[in-house]
């Protein structure tokens, strides 16, 4: 599956979430490969989800994808607790 | 001869010295074939559009430095670093991105053998400052490995240096110092139940260990000693019960979190206006004969597409650097505290943010009037205004609330406005045939400020 992790210029924060969602996802077994970018060329971009500060995910819409807001992006525990169902959820649907 | 003479050739193309540094960071991080492929070659391809973008921005804004000069015969310039430092690329590459990878090394030694265990982790700083470095030091006329030597030194010292400055700042935002822990309640984070419980279980550490053991995370950007300073002194003015997070921010300023957008509207206005006050004799020349306005519309958004272009390149290369560094300063510095991008303590109080930016160019836009006085006129740079001037709001208010976030933001905008312009005239980048471009990072203007009196000390 593939996450699209977003903020403000696509340079900083975004990709330490990256790095973080992806040892999450390889701590519970998940394949994920992903992309860090900014607000502005997220929009339309192909992926299963979506993972950005709660701030910036406001300001996301997507029909297909799933949109994770992190309150606080530092704080691995919410990330897990938040990204690990959704990752979940997507491998069942593909029955992987 | 033949082969030296093109693995010397090799090394001075900055795109595959920063190639060479992913393929070996990807495979001591034990990678696949196909991944360090992958990414060897996205990392050089990212860094050609990224000088791709310099270029861009450069020819966007040549006319528009005339056209300003024409029309207030002034000198203006916009203060961003990524694409300053992209310009110079052609010249300095290799001994920026030597400084570069050098400076990270030095960063894991300091952190490694010393008790400040910061790893400066924000990419596209590491690489603006570097930039700075190679082009201060070559105009000090100190090139090649010297240069390098130097630039490293300095930038590995200031990794560690600067985040260890600001940590009691970033502790008062978080909430994890002991003075700070009784008002938590109060403070702004019930806005935000995450950091409550983040917050509350470090403050109790705090109360038996040592502080320093707590810090999950440091400032790692370079206006950090600047937003520091004037979130404290925001805070003086300021009463922290007053949280910022209280207050209503309408809804339709949600634009504002979209770069591209912000910007396209302040280089519009700017363009517009300026030709505005051009002699239509002038303008003519300028625009080749087609319409002023239209011609000035087309190269508002060029600039901001260049800048598009340009972060699109460094977005490349990063995505690759930056687990290679973060992996090894991981396997060499047990403990190590990342030091991260400023938008990290946005989620601390979010509408401090834009209340810190809006006061914050308000205050570079006050010192605008004033400048026939001053050596350049700082227009507003709307990445630097946004990404500090958002962070100024969080820090003042932090320390005393909304006032403290308004007051200090104000008195950041002013500030940092005053200090690109009086150093200005310390670094001049004619050389490199850019105009209308500057530095805009506090941090390391102050180091490159300091660089060139010590130099002027010694005569060079």
Request: proline share 3%; glycine share 10%.
């Amino acid at each position: 599956m593939k996450v699209i992790t977003v903020c403000g210029m696509g340079l900083g924060t975004s990709l330490m979430l990256l790095m973080e969602v992806q040892s999450i996802a390889a701590k519970h077994g998940f394949d994920v490969s992903g992309e860090a970018t900014d607000l502005g060329s997220a929009l339309g971009r192909k992926c299963d989800f979506f993972v950005a500060s709660s701030e910036i995910a406001s300001q996301l819409a997507s029909k297909n994808a799933l949109i994770v807001g992190i309150k606080n992006i530092i704080d691995k525990n919410e990330i897990e607790n938040k990204i690990v169902p959704v990752m979940q959820a997507i491998a069942d649907k593909r029955g992987e | 001869m033949l082969l030296l003479n093109g693995i010397v050739q090799f090394l001075s193309e900055p795109a595959f010295i920063l190639g060479l540094v992913a393929l070996v960071g990807l495979m001591v991080l034990r990678k696949s074939v196909s991944e360090v492929v992958t990414g060897t070659l996205k990392t050089v391809l990212g860094f050609l559009i990224f000088t791709a973008g310099a270029g861009i921005i450069v020819n966007a804004l040549i006319p528009f430095s005339t056209m300003f000069t024409a029309a207030f015969h002034l000198t203006g310039i916009v203060a961003e670093d990524n694409s300053l430092v992209a310009a110079v690329q052609i010249s300095l590459g290799t001994v920026t991105a030597s400084i570069m990878v050098c400076s990270f090394l030095i960063n894991v030694f300091l952190a490694r053998v010393t008790r400040y265990k910061y790893i400066f982790l924000t990419g596209h700083m590491m690489f603006s400052f570097a930039g700075t470095m190679a082009i201060v030091l070559d105009l000090m006329k100190i090139s090649g490995w010297k240069a390098i030597l130097i630039g490293s030194v300095i930038e590995g010292v200031s990794m560690v240096l600067f985040p260890a400055l600001s940590q009691s700042s970033v502790r008062k935002v978080m909430n994890t110092d002991e003075a700070n822990a009784d008002t938590v309640a109060v403070g702004f984070v019930p806005n935000t139940d995450t950091v409550a419980f983040g917050s509350v279980a470090k403050t109790d550490t705090v109360a038996f260990g040592s502080v320093a053991k707590t810090d999950t995370v440091a400032f790692g950007f370079w206006g950090s000693s600047w937003i520091s300073l004037w979130g404290w002194v925001g805070g003086k003015f300021g009463n922290k019960s007053q949280s910022t997070e209280d207050m209503k921010v309408p809804k339709s300023l949600g634009f504002l979190k979209d770069m591209a957008i912000l910007m396209s509207i302040v280089m519009l206005v700017l363009y517009v206006v300026t030709t505005f006050f051009v002699k239509a004799a002038d303008m003519a020349k300028i625009s080749g004969g087609q319409n002023p306005y239209l011609f000035s519309v087309i190269q508002a958004l060029t600039f901001t597409a260049g800048i598009l272009v340009l972060l699109q390149g460094v977005r490349m290369f990063l995505a690759e650097i930056v687990p290679a560094f973060k992996g090894i300063s991981e396997k060499i510095v047990p403990g190590a505290i990342p030091a991260l991008d400023v938008p990290v303590f946005y989620g601390y109080a979010p509408i401090a943010v834009t209340i810190g930016f809006l006061a914050t160019l308000f205050g570079s836009l006050l010192v605008i009037p004033f400048s026939r006085w001053l050596p350049v006129t700082v227009l507003p740079s709307v990445i630097g205004l946004f990404f500090m001037g958002g962070a100024v709001g969080v820090f003042g208010n932090a320390r005393g609330g909304r006032r403290g976030a308004i007051i200090g933001g104000i008195l950041f905008g002013i500030t940092w406005t005053l200090m690109i312009a009086f150093a200005y005239p310390l670094i001049n980048l004619s050389k490199y045939n850019i105009s209308g471009l500057w530095f805009a990072s506090p941090d390391a203007i102050i180091v490159a400020v300091v660089m060139r009196l010590v130099g002027k000390l010694f005569g060079v």
